[in-house]
């Protein structure tokens, strides 16, 4: 299986959960930097898409060109039945595309937080074998309205839609950071900004280091998502939409 990521922030981490395990697949892994004007690839040379997070908001396409042309990439992609992920900004996109609204929070969630699946999500085939109640790591200010045609498969007090799925095609987008090392966060946690400014879910900065060293792994949460998704495409997205409304979590 071929991976795309499309990247919106610089930095090169030359390990995320979701390089690892496709380390371990002995899948193909190419990266598009769109934040570096780098050419978006040919939907020809690659079997799923996944966009990633960043720091911008979906509607500065004023600020950000490669924007529109982004958007324009990642429908064409849907279109043509191609699988897609979207993480945090990504799900964000993703959602815009199908036609939900994007907006600030009402809060910004920024640290390790917990997670609650939905009552669909508890029956989804997506997020089999995960906890109803789980923690993961979270930055963002914005959200959005659940897309038209898609379920909401879980929550956090502050964000409704930490999780949706297109119930008739393969799309999937998650507003929680599951690709996300340990080390990852603490480049983050490390970086100066106004990010901390006190806000009821913002951790601080000392938090989220401490909490950070005391989890052991973030790979198993990344890991089965994909397990779960390379299943379920395997299968065909049709079975996997069915499973959505009837089969319980084993």
């Not at 993961?136 to 949706?164: E, I, K, M, V, Y």
Request: aromatic letters at 12%; charged letters at 25%.
């Amino acid at each position: 299986m071929r991976l795309h990521l499309l990247e919106h922030d610089p930095y090169d981490f030359s390990r995320t959960n979701i390089t690892i395990w496709a380390e371990k697949r002995g899948y193909e892994l190419h990266q598009t930097y769109i934040c570096r004007n780098e050419r978006l690839p040919s939907l020809d040379d690659q079997d799923w898409l996944m966009v990633m997070g960043g720091s911008q908001h979906v509607w500065e396409e004023e600020a950000h060109p490669w924007l529109v042309e982004e958007k324009a990439f990642i429908r064409k992609a849907m279109e043509r039945g191609k699988p897609v992920l979207g993480i945090c900004f990504g799900a964000q996109l993703i959602a815009e595309i199908l036609g939900a609204e994007i907006f600030p929070n009402t809060h910004k969630e920024i640290g390790w937080h917990e997670v609650q699946l939905t009552a669909e999500g508890k029956k989804s085939f997506l997020l089999r074998n995960i906890p109803d109640r789980f923690t993961s790591f979270h930055w963002h200010s914005d959200h959005f309205s659940l897309p038209p045609g898609c379920t909401r498969l879980a929550r956090s007090t502050p964000t409704p839609n930490q999780a949706f799925i297109c119930k008739d095609w393969p799309i999937v987008g998650l507003q929680f950071h599951p690709e996300y090392t340990r080390e990852m966060v603490t480049f983050f946690a490390n970086r100066e900004g106004d990010e901390w400014a006190p806000d009821p879910f913002v951790s601080g900065k000392e938090k989220v280091l401490r909490e950070t060293g005391e989890i052991q792994e973030t790979y198993w949460l990344m890991e089965t998502l994909l397990e779960n998704m390379e299943a379920a495409l395997k299968h065909g997205w049709v079975g996997f939409s069915s499973a959505l409304a009837g089969e319980e979590k084993k």
